[in-house]
């Protein structure tokens, strides 16, 4: 399904130097024309499209499409909002590489 040692936004995988330690996954449903809201993430997700269009925004400006069948390694340390611009819910499955005892997500505040 994936096979990349880059995330999104074309930052590197370096797994010895994120010290992660625990695996996380979850299954994320998106109703039509809602968002994750602003966040970020402190080490790797990877994600897979079961259902559905996402289109991520970045704080950066950057803006990328995902359509059912499309994996990718989402960005590390940046903030961003995942919306489903599609017409049925958006469902992904989501894998969290990360540091026992971190939040998964940090909410961006206003």
Excluded at 11 to 33: A, T, Y
Excluded at 51 to 68: E, P, S, W
């Amino acid at each position: 399904m994936l096979h990349t040692d880059t995330t999104t936004v074309g930052q590197g995988l370096d797994f010895q130097q994120l010290k992660c330690n625990e695996v996380e996954m979850s299954k994320v449903v998106i109703p039509p024309g809602d968002s994750t809201k602003w966040h970020k993430h402190l080490r790797p997700v990877f994600a897979s499209i079961l259902q559905g269009t996402l289109t991520v925004k970045y704080d950066n400006g950057r803006k990328n499409h995902f359509q059912t069948g499309d994996s990718f390694a989402e960005a590390i340390d940046m903030y961003h909002n995942g919306i489903n611009t599609g017409k049925v819910d958006l469902i992904i499955l989501a894998v969290y590489i990360t540091q026992k005892g971190e939040p998964l997500t940090i909410m961006k505040e206003n």
